[in-house]
């Protein structure tokens, strides 16, 4: 909530926070959208930038669950296990089989996430 509060602290007449959110939201779904796209043709390098692009505008509204979730993405994009210091990569067939429920949860988290931005009601 302390990254959200900020944002609510530059809110002005012109909607900062209102166009900050919707935008996040769009690109949001057109990147899981992509996210989609490149498990489905094995592209685990695109996989990664694109967990790695959906983990930094997550972090910038403190949507901290589908950061964590992209961030393990982009470990994995990359063929490398997010929970072990190793620089050993694991197999494309290991990845993706590790990438596929991350999906399912990114998919939820954004829902959620989405739902709450759309029912926040401002102090």
Request: glycine letters at 6%; one cysteine or more.
């Amino acid at each position: 909530m302390g990254v959200f509060n900020q944002i609510l602290e530059l809110d002005d007449e012109d909607g900062f926070y209102q166009d900050m959110v919707e935008n996040y939201l769009e690109q949001a779904v057109e990147t899981i959208r992509l996210m989609d796209e490149y498990f489905s043709k094995r592209e685990l390098t695109q996989l990664g930038k694109r967990g790695h692009f959906l983990k930094g505008s997550s972090a910038a509204l403190g949507v901290i669950h589908v950061q964590e979730i992209c961030e393990e993405i982009q470990h994995l994009g990359d063929r490398m296990d997010p929970d072990k210091e190793s620089e050993v990569k694991m197999s494309v067939d290991d990845a993706l089989a590790r990438i596929k429920p991350l999906l399912a949860r990114l998919k939820d988290e954004h829902a959620k996430a989405a739902e709450w931005f759309y029912t926040f009601e401002r102090p």
